[in-house]
């Protein structure tokens, strides 16, 4: 990887440097979120624990809403129960997992279980409902180092843009691959951190770094691709070459800094123009191309053909009543 640094308006200098992606392996559950209700001072109780998740950004009207989740992951002994009536006899880990309260800004919550004109005062029994979260319990990164062998971040980033919008497919992907980023997310009892990701969020988000692999090179490089590359563990120095190591360890981190190589290396990529396809493909040519393979090409003509054969009858019978008039 070469790195290209500015010195002046004529002269460039590279840069040699290497890339390391080194993730936090960590363990990601799929859990069930039930709204409480919206978000009302909290009477502490002697089970109820509730855990201030980040300040909501944007929330609709100021409102913010309270969610139980449970962390699979979180297996307690029995003796961390307390000896809780109907507990005794139990021996080894319980898999009961624990709940715990959360605060969620209403926009973060899917649509179709949140309408987005809803709020504390139109619609204030919002009890009960449910939608799919994937939660992972973590240390923070001052208790905890990266884990096993440096990964190849492109073959991770591949992964990442042809995988299916389904949450069985996201959290295999994530277990694979480890922590998604360094926010913290919900600081609970502790020892207990974990991280809640929202996949309908997590599907917009993707489609904004597939654009922006396919896109321009200077919108990204000027905005998001020089954060990539100063953020947490940026440049570090080794005593061997190249010498100069840009490091990783958090998923979205390293695809940002994917994207800026492939950018500052003059990688040309397309978006596929068959919208249930939408995949990544490399430009090898400067020939305009519209679709990933010779498939979806074929496919996207046949429908084509057939849509306008649909067209067509009703196009004559207008033709028709216009003569006839």
Known sequence: MLVSQGMSQHTNIAIPARFDFKPYKESWDLSRAKIVGWWEEPEPGPLYRTIVGRSPVGSRSGDRVLVNVNIPSAKMKPADFLELPGMSGLGGMCDLSPTYTVEINP?????????????????????????DVLACPIESPDRKKPEGPTKDAWKMQSEYFDMKEDICEL??????????????????????????????????????????????????????????????????????????????????????????????????????????????????????????CHECAHLANIRKIRADEKKAPSKQRGEQRNAKG
Request: with cysteine.
């Open 107 to 131: 926009a973060d919550i899917p649509a179709e279980v949140l309408q987005p004109h809803e709020n504390i005062r139109n619609a204030p029994d919002i009890a009960e409902r449910e939608f």
């Open 171 to 292: 959290q295999s992907f994530l277990n694979r691959w480890g922590r998604w980023n360094f926010e913290i997310g919900y600081l609970g009892p502790l020892p207990l951190t974990f991280t809640l990701i929202i996949p309908h969020l997590f599907w917009k988000q993707r489609e904004k770094y597939r654009d922006a692999k396919a896109g321009k090179p200077r919108s990204w490089l000027c905005h998001a691709g020089y954060q990539s590359f100063s953020s947490i563990n940026g440049f570090t120095s080794i005593n061997e070459p190249p010498f100069i190591v840009v490091a990783r360890s958090y998923c979205e981190q390293a695809i940002q800094a994917t994207i800026t190589i492939d950018h500052l290396s003059n990688v040309q990529f397309g978006i596929c123009k068959r919208d249930d396809c939408r995949k990544l493909f490399e430009r090898i040519t400067k020939q305009k191309r519209l679709y990933c």
